[in-house]
């Protein structure tokens, strides 16, 4: 169960702006194990949307190294790192380009990565859009007609269609309403189990870690203040910011409980889909 | 028949774009304006009982008569049909601007596109040089292009043509950097897409309402640039109609043999105003799309 995929050695990150430094992550060293749902929590400033940045490659590290599946990761990442690593955005209003129809956006992948023959790819989109719970006939629409929920489903299809290893999930249910949310969760944690997933789930939201994660570390200021399995965290959370988050989420109602054991078992349905 | 800035596109992406643009009734008159002298050019052998005078002919007889059953508008200095020689004019300045607009336009958008996509040095060199030809004011570069050229009808597309492209990659600049912050564009990176997929696939297309809102205004005031150029020599040569020359040929007989200037000054106005209500009905149409 515990082989690494992804390994952070003293990772680190500095901007500079205006004669300004900015220390955005502070040598971090940390290991992301294959098929667990691992949360970055921590508030804005934190440095967990820079992890996010430096594994998918979308800037240099300014020290540090990575490794992904035991081999370095080089800084201009390779057509197959591209597509072993995927990202799932915050934001699904924008995630979508507005004047392409859904299926163009779920098959640009296919495309890219030349995955299936042509002509078979327009069933694969119908495929990835039934398996993240959505109609085959998606595919013909224009983004600007989903829900919210809808259109994270759409870019969940699109990540998948890479077929990746590792899934960066960036505040991925934080633009949705609670019930919404809850359902994309769900979703994810079925996706996870059912196609080995690994996630790197970045998260200022405990009550959303407490429901999907499996492992958490928390980060402040751009350290790793502490890391390990979510239940000892919130047992037993070692560092007073940590204490500190906890005791910020929301007391848990009843009917939350509920939900969360749902999302927990990521089986279909009593939250239906929208 | 072809209609410029005919809303077949807003139609296509979305009948609520259609919607906004048939409430207002500007918009819908400046379609009117654009259609009828579209029509009036396309056909304008068949409109005008006097074809040949859009040659280098006279009827010393019937020169500089005012408006009559025979002649509409009445006749030039040259006894030609002035109504016939202003639907001629509307041919000759229709062709100019969209053949303006076919080289302007996209050599402006892929110059906007490539430098606000992909920044550094490639922005800095391209946006620079757009700034050099924004920094002359267009007639006085138009006009020094012409000087150095024979003042011909391709000569004066050219000019126009070499002013008129920084307008549209100072335009699409904007719009390129403003959409590349956009979430899609991170996902077709993130995916693995080339630049070119980026540029022309995700991008341009949400660049498509402001290319088609800013051409279909500048139809108008290519016109009016190009009737500027006649008007001062510089552009098209008797004895082919253009609406500037004969405004200029005219304004040696005001006020005595008004219509001289007056009707092809109007016929200018009108076209301008045609083209730049359907202008604003299709920004306020895709505004309210969006």
Request: aromatic content about 8%; proline content about 6%.
């Amino acid at each position: 169960m515990s082989t690494p995929i992804l390994e952070l050695d003293n990772l680190g990150k500095t901007f500079e702006a205006d004669g300004h430094r900015v220390v955005a992550l502070d040598g971090v060293s940390l290991t992301f194990n294959r098929g667990e749902c691992h949360a970055i929590v921590g508030e804005s400033g934190s440095g967990k949307t820079t992890i996010a940045n430096l594994v998918l490659g979308l800037m240099p590290a300014t020290s540090g190294s990575m490794r992904f599946n035991g081999v370095a990761l080089p800084a201009e990442r390779t057509k197959a790192h591209r597509r072993a690593i995927q990202l799932v955005q915050q934001n699904p209003l924008s995630a979508l380009n507005p004047r392409r129809s859904v299926g163009a956006s779920v098959r640009l992948p296919l495309d890219v990565h030349g995955i299936g023959v042509s002509r078979e790819r327009g069933a694969r989109v119908a495929g990835l859009l039934e398996e993240v719970g959505l109609e085959a006939d998606y595919a013909r629409r224009s983004p600007r007609g989903l829900s919210g929920g809808q259109r994270q489903r759409v870019a969940i299809a699109r990540a998948l269609a890479c077929e990746p290893e590792l899934i960066v999930l960036d505040e991925p249910t934080s633009a949705l309403d609670v019930l919404v949310q809850a359902r994309v969760l769900q979703l994810l944690q079925r996706l996870r189990q059912e196609r080995g997933l690994t996630y790197l789930f970045i998260t200022h939201d405990l009550a959303v870690v407490r429901a999907i994660a499996t492992r958490v570390s928390v980060f402040q200021k751009g350290r790793l203040v502490e890391t390990g399995p979510v239940e000892s965290i919130f047992a037993n959370p070692q560092s007073a910011y940590t204490r500190q988050l906890i005791g910020a989420i929301p007391v848990v109602t009843e009917e939350e409980a509920k939900i969360r054991n749902v999302i927990r078992a990521g089986t279909p349905t009593p939250l239906g889909t929208e | 028949m072809s209609e410029p800035g005919s809303p077949v596109i807003a139609k296509r992406s979305g009948s609520k774009a259609w919607q906004a643009y048939r409430s207002n009734p500007l918009s819908v008159a400046g379609l009117v304006i654009v259609a009828v002298i579209v029509f009036m050019a396309v056909f304008a052998d068949y409109l005008t009982p006097f074809p040949e005078h859009v040659g280098p002919i006279g009827d010393f007889a019937a020169m500089n008569m005012g408006p009559s059953e025979t002649y509409r508008l009445g006749t030039d200095t040259m006894g030609r049909d002035l109504f016939t020689r202003i639907i001629y004019g509307y041919q000759l300045s229709l062709i100019m601007a969209v053949v303006v607009l076919a080289i302007a336009t996209p050599v402006g958008v892929i110059v906007g596109l490539v430098a606000g996509y992909k920044g550094g040095w490639t922005d800095y060199v391209l946006m620079r040089i757009t700034d050099i030809f924004l920094a002359v004011p267009p007639l006085v570069l138009a006009m020094a292009i012409m000087g150095f050229l024979e003042p011909t009808l391709l000569n004066g597309m050219l000019a126009i043509t070499a002013m008129w492209w920084p307008w549209y990659a100072r335009l699409i600049y904007n719009v390129t950097r403003a959409e590349a912050q956009e979430g899609y564009v991170l996902a077709a990176e993130t995916v693995g897409a080339s630049t070119m997929h980026i540029i022309f696939r995700e991008i341009l297309p949400n660049c498509w309402p402001s290319i088609l809102t800013k051409m279909t205004l500048d139809v108008g005031f290519v016109i009016l640039m190009a009737s500027s150029l006649s008007f001062l020599g510089l552009g098209v040569q008797p004895p082919t109609p253009d609406l500037g020359s004969m405004v200029a040929e005219g304004a040696k007989y005001m006020p005595d043999a008004w219509w001289l200037s007056v009707w092809p000054a109007i016929a200018i106005l009108i076209i301008v105003l045609g083209f730049n209500l359907v202008g604003d009905g299709l920004r306020e149409a895709f505004e309210a799309e969006s």
